[in-house]
């Protein structure tokens, strides 16, 4: 299940954003456009009273890019959409009454040394010719702009120092996430970029047959500094379970890509990427992101 913009008989949405001291802007946007859902998010956020502080701010091109309206998230009141969209939930009947559980997760700082973490810079930065599209790979035609980054599938000259650190760690995350132990079968891990309008929809990490045995989400922050983005906060959306199955909830949490730091979740959770601004476009000044999940034996049954 996912959450769906609709629109009535038009693909372009005439959207007035209402910020603090009577102020309001107006601009159009793709029923489909990240910055649309991500300024959704914002206002379903605030209905459901989120409390975590986020410093995301939206960066919006004015007159075909010769101006930008910049503000944070705070400041934002409400939208006014032309037609009228609303967020639809299709399974929003048979889920009423049902008890949300809070999705569990752990962030770390300073999970690399300085050192470490400046070495992965500079290689990422070495083999950005090889890192591919995600689009081409994750995009689908039900879901034509689920995914928008570049990822290294293939970094053995890092990888293994990260994911013996990794493994480290791992029993206790486990135990503060409150998840029970489980065999390892193999850790997943690829070098993933997201620079200028990058973004990753709302999904879960091991809902097909083929990632069934996904069961701890990870993900690593690293970038240069000073910090040459913003956006691209991790929402992590609270459950809902109904008939043996999860379902994300309206409420989430606000992860902020701290650099240096990792965060565990599992994997059923259901999450999402928000834009990054990346003014110098550069490839150098992308959010970087060792991410993957920790694989279960097949035999082994919870």
Known sequence: ??????????????????????????????????????????????SQQQTEPSSQW?????????????????????????????????????LQGTNILTSPYIQIDNFLSETEKLEL????????????????????????????????????????????????IIPFVLNKL?????????????????????YFRLHSDNGTPETATRELTYSY????????????????YDRIIHNSSYYPSDRFHTIEPRNNSIVFFPSQCYHEVLPVTCVSQAFADSRFTIN???RRDESFQF
Request: hydrophobic letters at 40%; aromatic letters at 10%; glycine letters at 6%.
């Open 221 to 236: 922050y690293f970038y240069r500094e000073p910090k040459p983005f913003s956006g691209g906060e991790l929402l992590l």
């Open 121 to 168: 810079i500079n290689y990422s930065l070495e083999k950005q010719a090889n890192f591919v599209d995600t689009g081409t790979i994750t995009n689908t035609a039900y879901h034509p702009d689920h995914r928008k980054s570049v990822v290294l599938y293939q970094f053995p000259e890092v990888s293994e120092i990260f994911l013996r650190r990794l493994r480290e």
């Open 58 to 94: 939206f960066h919006i091109p004015l007159e075909e890019g010769n101006t930008a309206l910049s503000f944070p998230q705070s400041s934002l009141v409400g939208l006014v959409t032309e037609p009228p969209l609303l967020l639809h939930n299709p399974a929003a009947n048979d």
């Open 1 to 46: 299940m996912e959450f769906h913009l609709e629109a009535i008989a038009s693909a372009k949405v005439k959207v007035n954003i209402l910020l603090n001291g009577g102020h309001n802007y107006t601009i159009w946007l793709k029923t489909n456009s990240p910055l649309l859902h991500s300024l959704l998010a914002v206002i379903r956020g605030k």
């Open 178 to 198: 409150g998840m029970g132990f489980f065999p390892i079968s193999h850790i997943e891990a690829q070098l993933t970029a997201h620079n200028d309008n990058n």
């Open 292 to 294: 993957g999940w920790v």
